[in-house]
């Protein structure tokens, strides 16, 4: 499945973030690490909205590409099994995976030294920079892919802060972006759908999750968690 064959790929960040923590900070430093990934109940609510609201950005996505939304619909309601497999696989390996060394580890470091709007241009760079593969699929996959990540890094700062640095709940966002791409593309493959329409789907979601980031860098409310440069000096 998609998933396994990024097991060891993209648990890189998070053994990375887990080596320096313990060189550099020692057990005190793992412990408060490791304290970051228990799940708070007081923040489940989370953990519904977030795969919901990926699921709908992305069946939104879909329809503005050409496919029906009563397709879509059934789609999800025929294969809720795969949906919600799609979700924990998502969530436990690409999320964690990630989620532990990007703002488990790097992100509350970069905010040791400057505000919110400085440290997301260099997540954003260092993000890319370990999808640098990604980067030789040509323009039509590469400039969707880099507005989508620009977009997310801003969208998981804005998590990051309203959740206090809980990387459980970042691991679902994180999985909740991806999942339901992945599920939506193969549901759409399967049914017999050109590559082009797949291109398509990608540049109508990039778009989509901008428009998000946008919304809450505008927003004076959300403008306000995400630069209030929570743990920053």
């Known amino acids: 499945m998609t998933y396994c064959s990024k ?7 998070a053994l990375a973030g887990i080596i320096v923590t313990a060189v550099t900070s020692g057990k005190a430093g793992l412990s408060i690490f490791f304290a970051r990934l228990k ?6 609510v989370w953990w519904v909205v977030l ?3 990926g699921t709908l950005i992305t069946a939104l996505a879909c329809t503005i590409a050409g ?13 809720l099994p795969l949906w919600g497999l799609h979700l924990v696989l998502a969530t436990l390996i690409i999320g964690f995976g990630e989620e532990m060394g ?3 580890y790097l992100w509350p470091e970069l905010l040791k030294t400057r505000k919110v709007r400085l440290a997301i241009p260099i997540m954003f760079v260092v993000w890319g920079l370990w999808h640098f593969p990604l980067l030789f699929n040509g323009y039509k996959f590469v400039i969707p892919f880099l507005i989508l990540e620009l977009s997310a890094t801003v969208i998981l700062a804005w998590i990051w802060q309203r959740v206090n640095g809980n ?8 999985g909740s972006i ?4 992945f599920f939506f593309e193969k549901q759409v493959l399967g049914s017999g759908q050109h590559w ?10 990039s778009l989509l999750y901008a428009a998000v980031a946008i919304v809450i860098v505008l927003v004076p409310a959300t403008k306000k968690d995400l630069f209030g440069d929570k743990g920053s000096k």
């Open 7 to 13: 097991l060891f790929v993209v648990y890189g960040p």
């Open 39 to 44: 799940p708070n109940f007081r923040q489940a």
């Open 51 to 53: 795969p919901v609201a």
């Open 67 to 79: 496919i029906s939304p009563y397709s879509l619909f059934t789609i999800v309601i025929n294969n």
């Open 102 to 104: 990007w703002r488990g």
């Open 167 to 174: 990387i459980f709940v970042l691991a679902i966002a994180h």
């Open 178 to 181: 991806d999942f339901s791409e």
């Open 196 to 205: 082009d329409y797949i291109l398509t789907m990608w540049g109508v979601l």
